[in-house]
């Protein structure tokens, strides 16, 4: 890896897809050679101009992606454009065919075998044929809820049972996931977006059973719940103005039962102004561990920083569709 320069596409550029931009932009380990949207107020534009650097870099937004990949040629397409496997397949589907290595945040691409055993399977030959490889990783899915903890497993004499909790204050986060929270939205309103399936976070299902896969447990069963955490006060965000007895946020639990007990617990609460902040890893067994990182990882800059370092374990793993567990240790890299 030592001196190598990777060069990569962004493909969307949403929030997440400009900071990954602007931090590859910002690192001399890496070389932005293109970026791809469909957005018509973004096409066009220099990336540089789009992400507020102030300078042109470059690097144009092109709408045709099939044209900036095959012009390109890029060791690696940095993919940002959504949370749902069955909907961004064709993006991936094409970078693949077209040679690319993929590191994606689509949060069920984490481990896609656990919602879209067919889809992961297609996807996995379909990179195998074309000698690249695709990951699906964030900061969670993809780190604080699995990867982690199987980490942090390694200096324990044997686990019996995972249990993680993750406060998040979302007042701190991008406009899109104070949405998907439901800010401002009554108990009645939250209740129908849950049932939609618009009102969540994505991956809890995803973290446990890479976190499974990683121990060797084989997951008989696994149970979700989602309900709203309510304003106790006015809540002012730089999006939202939520009132008291409004939601402002979400409360969701993961568990997944093995050998017929509850081994892994994912408590994820994220909401406005939530405090304290935090993050923490508790290991059940013979002899516990916990492990708390106060404030908790902030998501936005977290996912964008994994994303990218993960960035050359891809384009030198062995062809196929991986995940965090099978790649070599993510480190930064300047």
Same mark, same amino acid.
């Given at each position: 890896?030592?001196?190598?320069?990777?060069?990569?596409?962004?493909?969307?550029?949403?929030?997440?897809?400009?900071?990954?931009?602007? +931090?590859?932009?910002?690192?001399?380990?890496?070389?932005?050679?293109?970026?791809i949207?469909?957005?018509?107020?973004?096409?066009?534009?220099?990336?540089?101009?789009?992400?507020?650097?102030?300078?042109?870099?470059?690097?144009?937004?092109?709408?045709?992606?099939?044209?900036?990949l095959? =012009?390109?040629?890029?060791?690696?397409?940095?993919?940002?454009?959504?949370s749902?496997?069955?909907? %961004?397949?064709?993006?991936?589907?094409?970078?693949?065919r077209?040679?690319c290595?993929?590191?994606?945040?689509?949060?069920?691409?984490?481990?896609?075998?656990?919602?879209?055993?067919?889809?992961?399977a297609?996807?996995?030959a379909?990179?195998?044929?074309?000698?690249?490889?695709?990951?699906?990783?964030?900061?969670?899915?993809?780190?604080?809820?699995?990867?982690?903890?199987?980490?942090?497993?390694?200096?324990?004499?044997?686990?019996?049972?995972?249990?993680? @909790?993750?406060?998040?204050?979302?007042?701190?986060?991008?406009?899109?996931?104070?949405?998907?929270?439901?800010?401002?939205?009554?108990? =009645?309103?939250?209740q129908?977006?849950?049932?939609?399936g618009?009102?969540?976070?994505?991956?809890?299902r =995803?973290?446990?059973?890479?976190?499974?896969?990683?121990?060797?447990?084989?997951?008989?069963?696994?149970?979700?719940?989602? =309900?709203?955490?309510?304003?106790?006060?006015?809540?002012?965000?730089?999006?939202f103005?939520?009132?008291?007895?409004?939601?402002?946020? %979400?409360?969701?639990?993961?568990?997944?039962?093995?050998?017929? @007990?509850?081994?892994?617990?994912?408590?994820?609460?994220?909401?406005?102004?939530?405090?304290?902040?935090?993050?923490?890893?508790?290991?059940?067994?013979?002899?516990?561990?916990?492990?708390?990182?106060?404030?908790?990882?902030?998501?936005?800059?977290?996912?964008?920083?994994?994303?990218?370092?993960?960035?050359?374990? %891809?384009?030198?793993?062995?062809?196929?569709? %991986?995940?965090?567990?099978? +790649?070599?240790?993510?480190t930064?890299?300047?």
């Amino acid at each position: 890896m030592s001196g190598r320069v990777y060069r990569v596409v962004q493909f969307g550029l949403g929030p997440i897809g400009q900071e990954l931009a602007k +931090l590859a932009i910002e690192r001399r380990s890496y070389q932005l050679v293109g970026a791809i949207d469909i957005d018509p107020t973004k096409v066009g534009r220099d990336v540089g101009e789009l992400i507020g650097l102030g300078q042109p870099v470059g690097v144009v937004v092109r709408a045709d992606a099939e044209a900036v990949l095959a =012009e390109t040629r890029p060791d690696c397409v940095l993919h940002a454009t959504g949370s749902y496997l069955d909907r %961004v397949f064709p993006q991936l589907e094409l970078a693949v065919r077209l040679g690319c290595n993929v590191v994606s945040t689509c949060e069920e691409l984490a481990f896609p075998a656990a919602g879209h055993p067919e889809l992961a399977a297609r996807l996995d030959a379909l990179a195998r044929e074309h000698g690249v490889t695709v990951l699906g990783t964030g900061v969670n899915p993809g780190y604080v809820m699995d990867t982690l903890p199987l980490f942090f497993s390694g200096v324990a004499q044997a686990v019996t049972a995972v249990r993680v @909790e993750r406060i998040q204050n979302a007042s701190t986060r991008r406009r899109p996931l104070q949405e998907k929270i439901g800010s401002g939205k009554t108990i =009645e309103e939250f209740q129908e977006l849950v049932a939609a399936g618009t009102v969540r976070h994505v991956g809890l299902r =995803e973290s446990a059973y890479l976190l499974a896969a990683g121990l060797g447990w084989t997951i008989e069963h696994y149970e979700e719940r989602i =309900e709203p955490v309510l304003a106790e006060r006015r809540i002012v965000t730089q999006y939202f103005t939520v009132e008291p007895g409004r939601v402002c946020g %979400v409360d969701q639990l993961g568990r997944a039962f093995v050998a017929g @007990e509850e081994r892994i617990t994912l408590h994820l609460r994220m909401y406005l102004d939530a405090d304290p902040a935090y993050d923490r890893v508790r290991l059940e067994g013979p002899t516990p561990l916990e492990l708390v990182i106060p404030g908790g990882l902030q998501g936005d800059r977290a996912t964008t920083a994994i994303a990218l370092n993960a960035v050359p374990r %891809v384009v030198e793993h062995a062809p196929g569709l %991986v995940t965090m567990a099978d +790649l070599p240790l993510v480190t930064a890299r300047n």
